[in-house]
């Protein structure tokens, strides 16, 4: 694989401003080579080092709502959560879930557009006061989409 990430010097605009660093991509766009930054400036190495764990702790965050997209196993219940299922259809499978921590996590790693299907399906269809309805419209985010 190619290197991703570049280092890219930042100066400021006078004379004697301090140098920085910052963390980019090198981008092609209409036969132009453009660095763009994804991080902020860094005047230390323990600064650069604090960018890069951000980086690290998004790309892990990737790793984990990249998950729903290929699918929800719970081989303990024989049970599969597919990319092609309904919102009405996933939440089926959620509610037969029986420990919170799982739910919670099942859901949760649901990528965001299946998330706010069910979450509609749920605040729209379903008793909120008894069952997973419940647990679920107790610990819905709607800020985050997530069940806390």
């Known amino acids: 694989m190619a290197d991703i990430f570049?280092?890219?010097?930042?100066?400021?605009k006078k004379e004697n401003d301090k140098r920085?660093?910052?963390?980019?991509?090198?981008l092609r766009v209409a036969n132009r080579d453009v660095s763009c930054p994804v991080s902020g400036v860094c005047y230390s190495e323990k600064?650069?080092?604090?960018?890069?764990?951000?980086?690290?702790?998004s790309l892990n965050q990737m790793v984990e709502s990249g998950k729903g997209l290929f699918g929800?196993?719970?081989?303990?219940?024989?049970l599969r959560i597919t990319p092609e299922m309904t919102p009405e259809e996933i939440w089926s499978i959620l509610t037969e879930i029986v420990e919170d921590d799982l739910?919670?996590?099942?859901?949760?790693n649901l990528d965001e557009t299946r998330?706010?299907?069910?979450?509609?399906?749920?605040?729209?269809?379903c008793?909120?006061?008894s069952?997973?309805?419940?647990?679920?419209?107790?610990?819905?985010?709607?800020?985050?989409?997530?069940?806390?």
């Not at 920085?20 to 090198?26: A, E, F, K, L, S």
């Not at 309805?133 to 610990?139: E, L, T, Y």
């Open 131 to 148: 069952g997973k309805g419940a647990v679920f419209s107790a610990r819905y985010d709607n800020k985050t989409g997530l069940l806390k």
């Open 47 to 57: 600064e650069l080092a604090i960018e890069v764990e951000k980086i690290q702790e």
């Open 72 to 78: 929800v196993d719970l081989p303990d219940k024989g």
């Open 103 to 108: 739910f919670l996590k099942v859901f949760n």
């Open 20 to 26: 920085g660093i910052c963390i980019g991509i090198d």
């Open 127 to 129: 008793s909120i006061f």
């Open 6 to 12: 570049k280092l890219i010097e930042v100066h400021g």
């Open 115 to 125: 998330r706010t299907g069910v979450a509609e399906h749920v605040l729209s269809n």
